[in-house]
């Protein structure tokens, strides 16, 4: 893809998300590497749904602006995620509904904030390890991600709400919109008692995404 293919898919993505109600006022971020030493990233303090293509920002792995506004505050823990991961090429950051208010849940698992019961949360991310709380923007935040960037696709940000990586920006949307659901059903499902995959199950699913 070029350049300009890549940043047009992330206005039309951005947009996407904003209209369905994935984010809202100026909340969330998008970015995806461009190449080896760029990455392409959403302006600080812009909208998903009004989001321009000569504005986005792009970056050099060190967080100089090559391109473009200055990038949203939380770039920072982007470009970590990048420099840890080279598998890692596109991460999608929303404050969506569901996925936030499991952040603000108490007693969460640290390793694994939904238990499994659907196949496609297994077969898409797997595991969504949970980030304790810390200002957004924070260095930590950037730590922490980075300690666990090599360990995981999908993270929750404790009181704030969702970092999901992918192999694209498509596949990274694609996942963000699978845990948002996911994490629907789990609260639609509040009082009942649910079903959980068993370990083998579960098992069974990784194995075959292998
Ligand atoms: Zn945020």
């Known amino acids: 893809m070029t350049d300009l293919e890549q940043k047009e898919l992330m206005v039309q993505l951005g947009r996407s998300f904003y ?9 969330g971020n998008l970015s995806v590497r461009l190449d080896e030493n760029r990455v392409l990233v959403t302006p600080t303090g812009s909208s998903l749904g009004r989001l321009k293509v000569e504005r986005l920002s792009v970056l050099d792995m060190d967080g100089n602006v090559l391109e ?15 420099r840890k ?10 404050h969506c509904t569901y996925l936030t208010a499991l952040s603000c849940l108490q007693g ?4 694994n904030a939904m238990k499994a019961f659907t196949p496609y949360y297994v077969m898409r991310v797997g595991k969504m390890q949970v980030i304790p709380y810390y200002r957004p923007g924070s ?15 999908a993270f929750l940000l404790a009181n704030h709400g969702v970092v999901v990586t992918g192999a694209d920006l498509l596949d990274a949307s694609d996942n963000t919109e699978e ?12 009082g009942q008692k ?9 098992k069974d699913l990784e194995n075959r995404g292998k």
């Open 19 to 27: 209209e369905r109600g994935y984010s809202v006022g100026g909340a």
């Open 68 to 82: 473009g506004d200055k990038p949203s505050k939380e770039s920072v823990f982007h470009l970590e995620m990048y």
């Open 85 to 94: 991961n080279p598998k890692c090429n596109a991460i999608v950051h929303l």
């Open 108 to 111: 969460l698992d640290p390793t």
């Open 139 to 153: 260095p930590e935040i950037a730590r922490e991600l980075s300690e666990r960037a090599l360990s995981g696709k």
């Open 179 to 190: 845990l948002e659901e996911t994490a629907k059903l789990f609260f639609t499902l509040q």
């Open 194 to 202: 649910i079903r959980y995959l068993t370990d083998d199950e579960v």
